[in-house]
Protein backbone atom coordinates (compact mmCIF):
# COMPACT_ATOMS: atom_id res chain seq x y z
CA UNK A 1 0.00 0.00 0.00
CA UNK A 2 1.22 3.13 -1.00
CA UNK A 3 -0.63 6.18 1.65
CA UNK A 4 0.51 9.72 1.48
CA UNK A 5 -0.73 12.46 3.11
CA UNK A 6 -1.03 16.16 2.22
CA UNK A 7 -1.55 19.83 3.05
CA UNK A 8 -3.73 21.43 0.64
CA UNK A 9 -4.53 25.03 0.25
CA UNK A 10 -7.81 24.66 2.28
CA UNK A 11 -7.44 21.47 4.46
CA UNK A 12 -5.68 17.76 3.97
CA UNK A 13 -5.60 15.32 1.70
CA UNK A 14 -5.31 11.62 1.65
CA UNK A 15 -4.16 9.46 -0.80
CA UNK A 16 -3.97 5.10 -0.76
CA UNK A 17 -3.64 3.01 -3.37
CA UNK A 18 -3.01 -0.77 -3.62
CA UNK A 19 -3.32 -3.56 -6.05
CA UNK A 20 -5.12 -6.57 -5.86
CA UNK A 21 -5.17 -9.67 -8.09
CA UNK A 22 -9.23 -9.90 -7.76
CA UNK A 23 -11.38 -8.69 -10.73
CA UNK A 24 -12.56 -5.33 -10.76
CA UNK A 25 -16.51 -6.39 -9.90
CA UNK A 26 -15.67 -8.40 -7.20
CA UNK A 27 -13.17 -5.67 -5.74
CA UNK A 28 -16.08 -3.16 -6.32
CA UNK A 29 -19.11 -5.39 -4.89
CA UNK A 30 -16.88 -5.76 -1.75
CA UNK A 31 -16.84 -2.21 -1.44
CA UNK A 32 -20.40 -1.63 -2.14
CA UNK A 33 -21.52 -3.77 0.89
CA UNK A 34 -21.82 -1.10 3.22
CA UNK A 35 -21.78 -3.84 6.14
CA UNK A 36 -18.12 -4.70 4.68
CA UNK A 37 -17.55 -1.27 5.83
CA UNK A 38 -17.62 -2.71 9.42
CA UNK A 39 -14.84 -5.70 9.07
CA UNK A 40 -12.69 -2.97 7.02
CA UNK A 41 -12.73 -0.46 9.93
CA UNK A 42 -10.24 -0.88 13.86
CA UNK A 43 -11.67 -2.13 16.64
CA UNK A 44 -10.89 0.85 18.82
CA UNK A 45 -13.34 2.76 16.74
CA UNK A 46 -15.98 1.03 17.83
CA UNK A 47 -17.81 1.91 14.89
CA UNK A 48 -21.32 0.78 14.23
CA UNK A 49 -23.72 0.99 11.53
CA UNK A 50 -26.96 2.83 12.48
CA UNK A 51 -28.95 2.70 9.00
CA UNK A 52 -31.01 -0.07 9.43
CA UNK A 53 -31.17 -3.10 6.70
CA UNK A 54 -31.37 -3.29 3.71
CA UNK A 55 -28.79 -0.79 3.39
CA UNK A 56 -28.65 -0.28 -0.88
CA UNK A 57 -25.75 1.85 -2.01
CA UNK A 58 -26.31 4.28 -4.77
CA UNK A 59 -26.39 8.37 -5.47
CA UNK A 60 -28.30 9.91 -2.71
CA UNK A 61 -27.96 6.90 -0.17
CA UNK A 62 -27.32 8.24 3.64
CA UNK A 63 -26.18 6.34 5.97
CA UNK A 64 -25.41 6.60 9.63
CA UNK A 65 -22.80 5.69 12.00
CA UNK A 66 -21.72 5.86 15.33
CA UNK A 67 -17.95 5.75 16.61
CA UNK A 68 -15.56 6.26 19.09
CA UNK A 69 -12.94 8.81 18.42
CA UNK A 70 -10.04 8.78 20.76
CA UNK A 71 -12.67 7.63 23.44
CA UNK A 72 -15.03 10.24 22.52
CA UNK A 73 -18.64 9.41 20.88
CA UNK A 74 -19.35 10.49 17.52
CA UNK A 75 -22.21 9.98 15.52
CA UNK A 76 -21.61 10.15 11.60
CA UNK A 77 -23.76 10.54 8.91
CA UNK A 78 -22.63 10.89 4.99
CA UNK A 79 -24.19 10.79 1.58
CA UNK A 80 -22.98 8.89 -1.30
CA UNK A 81 -22.83 11.94 -3.44
CA UNK A 82 -21.42 9.56 -6.46
CA UNK A 83 -22.10 6.37 -7.57
CA UNK A 84 -20.74 4.79 -11.05
CA UNK A 85 -20.02 1.18 -10.65
CA UNK A 86 -18.10 -0.47 -10.92
CA UNK A 87 -15.17 2.33 -11.26
CA UNK A 88 -16.06 5.11 -8.72
CA UNK A 89 -18.43 6.69 -5.84
CA UNK A 90 -18.25 9.12 -3.03
CA UNK A 91 -18.74 9.21 0.22
CA UNK A 92 -19.59 12.87 1.55
CA UNK A 93 -19.90 14.12 5.35
CA UNK A 94 -23.08 15.05 6.02
CA UNK A 95 -22.55 15.61 10.01
CA UNK A 96 -19.70 14.08 11.97
CA UNK A 97 -16.10 14.82 13.54
CA UNK A 98 -14.18 16.81 10.69
CA UNK A 99 -15.04 20.13 8.86
CA UNK A 100 -15.60 18.44 5.72
CA UNK A 101 -14.73 14.48 4.37
CA UNK A 102 -15.07 13.54 0.95
CA UNK A 103 -14.08 10.18 0.16
CA UNK A 104 -13.48 9.42 -3.29
CA UNK A 105 -13.13 5.01 -3.47
CA UNK A 106 -11.94 4.53 -7.64
CA UNK A 107 -11.19 1.32 -9.22
CA UNK A 108 -9.69 0.37 -12.54
CA UNK A 109 -8.52 -2.74 -14.11
CA UNK A 110 -4.78 -3.51 -13.58
CA UNK A 111 -2.64 -5.84 -15.01
CA UNK A 112 -3.36 -9.60 -15.05
CA UNK A 113 -6.72 -9.37 -14.34
CA UNK A 114 -6.72 -7.42 -10.90
CA UNK A 115 -7.55 -4.05 -9.48
CA UNK A 116 -5.90 -0.69 -8.75
CA UNK A 117 -8.12 0.30 -5.64
CA UNK A 118 -7.38 4.24 -4.91
CA UNK A 119 -8.74 6.27 -1.88
CA UNK A 120 -8.56 9.99 -2.24
CA UNK A 121 -9.93 11.54 0.88
CA UNK A 122 -10.41 15.79 1.07
CA UNK A 123 -11.16 16.75 4.69
CA UNK A 124 -10.79 19.73 7.77
CA UNK A 125 -10.20 19.77 11.06
CA UNK A 126 -11.57 21.80 13.76
CA UNK A 127 -7.79 23.09 15.69
CA UNK A 128 -5.95 23.32 12.00
CA UNK A 129 -2.61 21.69 11.20
CA UNK A 130 -1.55 21.29 15.15
CA UNK A 131 -4.39 18.99 15.62
CA UNK A 132 -3.99 16.90 12.04
CA UNK A 133 -0.64 16.44 12.80
CA UNK A 134 -1.20 15.65 16.54
CA UNK A 135 -4.18 13.48 16.71
CA UNK A 136 -5.78 12.79 13.32
CA UNK A 137 -3.08 12.19 10.71
CA UNK A 138 -1.94 9.42 12.85
CA UNK A 139 -5.13 8.06 13.83
CA UNK A 140 -5.75 7.68 9.81
CA UNK A 141 -2.73 6.09 8.66
CA UNK A 142 -3.20 3.29 11.39
CA UNK A 143 -7.06 2.91 9.95
CA UNK A 144 -5.48 2.61 6.64
CA UNK A 145 -3.13 -0.02 7.58
CA UNK A 146 -5.90 -1.65 9.31
CA UNK A 147 -8.15 -1.30 6.16
CA UNK A 148 -5.47 -2.52 3.69
CA UNK A 149 -4.57 -5.93 5.88
CA UNK A 150 -8.27 -6.60 5.82
CA UNK A 151 -9.34 -5.75 2.52
CA UNK A 152 -6.06 -8.20 1.68
CA UNK A 153 -7.79 -10.60 3.74
CA UNK A 154 -10.90 -10.40 3.01
CA UNK A 155 -10.57 -11.00 -1.00
CA UNK A 156 -7.34 -12.57 -1.18
CA UNK A 157 -7.57 -15.26 2.03
CA UNK A 158 -5.94 -15.52 5.21
CA UNK A 159 -1.86 -15.01 4.87
CA UNK A 160 -1.93 -12.76 2.15
Do not use: C
Not at 28 to 53: C, G, S, V, W, Y
Not at 122 to 145: K, M, Q, S, T
Amino acid sequence: MELRISRLERGYLLEARTELARPLDEVFDFFANAHNLQALTPAFLRFEILTPDPIILRQGTIIDYRLRLRGIPVRWRSEISVWEPPHRFVDTQLRGPYRWWIHEHRFEAARGGGTLITDRVEYGVLGGALVNFLLVEPDLRRIWAYRYREVRRHLLGPGS
